[in-house]
């Protein structure tokens, strides 16, 4: 299992709008296609107007294909429009969970690992 953190820095006051696209149409496109997210964040200390997220996948291949699929989505292309002028910045860190991790001992298919 392999987790992909993606960071992203808002530019300041747009947290609320953003926020609500997410909610509105973002995750719901996302979740059934990427699969396992283990949390979706925003930051209240530490450099602030950065929202978090984490997603599992079994390996890297998972997550490359995956993530084509979500890049192909028609839905995903006109959403992703929307939220572009939100971000400052992104960053993206694959996370290997080490064996005694509570993540590894979530099946994959526990629905509150989704």
Same mark, same amino acid.
């Given at each position: 299992?392999?987790?992909?953190?993606?960071?992203?820095?808002?530019?300041?006051?747009r947290?609320?709008?953003?926020?609500?696209?997410?909610?509105?149409?973002?995750?719901a496109?996302?979740?059934p296609?990427l699969g396992?997210?283990?949390?979706?964040?925003?930051?209240?200390?530490?450099p602030l107007n *950065?929202?978090?997220?984490?997603?599992?996948?079994? =390996? /890297?291949?998972d997550?490359? %294909?995956?993530? @084509?699929?979500?890049?192909?989505?028609?839905?995903?292309?006109?959403?992703?429009?929307?939220?572009?002028?939100?971000?400052?910045? *992104?960053?993206?860190?694959?996370?290997?969970?080490? =064996? /005694?991790?509570?993540?590894? %001992?979530?099946? @994959?298919?526990?629905?509150?690992a989704?």
């Amino acid at each position: 299992m392999i987790i992909e953190e993606r960071t992203y820095d808002l530019a300041p006051g747009r947290l609320p709008a953003y926020v609500a696209l997410v909610q509105e149409e973002g995750i719901a496109i996302q979740r059934p296609i990427l699969g396992r997210l283990v949390g979706y964040f925003h930051t209240e200390l530490g450099p602030l107007n *950065q929202i978090v997220h984490l997603w599992a996948y079994e =390996s /890297f291949r998972d997550r490359a %294909e995956r993530r @084509a699929r979500l890049a192909a989505d028609p839905r995903w292309n006109v959403y992703a429009a929307k939220v572009r002028g939100f971000s400052l910045r *992104q960053q993206s860190r694959i996370l290997l969970p080490m =064996s /005694f991790s509570p993540l590894q %001992e979530l099946p @994959a298919d526990d629905p509150q690992a989704r």
